[in-house]
């Protein structure tokens, strides 16, 4: 598991300075750590495409966020992602819950976002990476050199237990 003040401090270390999201038990270590932060501001959300626009607000004021949510409110980010974050060329860190997957299969509400989770990834033209406990620093590196030189979205995709 990746300890949250570590994930935090390399964020900082990129340069990012906000947070935005909605609750989700996969990130609630995050979530905790991001409330006593005093390098990271987290601003919550009610809706995940909420979240998507405070960050393109901090964004197009020329300061980094990183948005926390579930892959289910994926699906409720359209129209913010495609006609402000990527019109606009906004780089903007996604961190996904990737439920749907096991332990978490049984649930009906995530069984079928798990399915299409990647596809819909594809279809909004948005470079994931899944995150792992054993490479997470590459991994962040990777997809934040990916977001700088695109000046657009990225995701991380994070399975239960690694953050």
């Known amino acids: 598991m990746i300890d949250s003040k570590d994930f935090l401090n390399l ?7 906000f947070a935005s999201g909605v609750p989700c038990s996969y990130f609630s270590r995050l979530i905790d750590a ?6 990271i501001r987290y601003i919550p959300a009610t809706r995940e495409d909420e979240a998507t626009g405070i960050a393109s607000g901090l964004a197009l004021g020329k ?8 892959n289910s409110g994926f699906a409720t980010i359209g129209d913010a992602l495609t006609s402000l974050a990527q019109l606009y060329k906004l780089p903007i860190l996604l961190i996904v819950s990737y439920r749907g997957l096991e332990p978490d299969r049984t649930f009906p509400e995530h069984s079928l976002m798990g399915e299409v989770m990647e596809d819909s990834l ?17 991994t962040v590196d990777t997809a934040v ?14 399975e239960q237990g690694v953050l």
């Open 34 to 39: 991001l409330s006593v932060s005093e390098d």
């Open 145 to 158: 050199s990916k977001m700088r030189e695109t000046s657009m979205p990225v995701a991380l995709m994070v």
């Open 63 to 70: 300061e980094l966020a990183f948005v926390i949510m579930q």
């Open 122 to 138: 594809h279809c909004y033209r948005v470079p994931y990476w899944n995150l792992t406990a054993q490479s997470w620093q590459a």
């Open 11 to 17: 964020l900082k270390e990129k340069g990012f300075s």
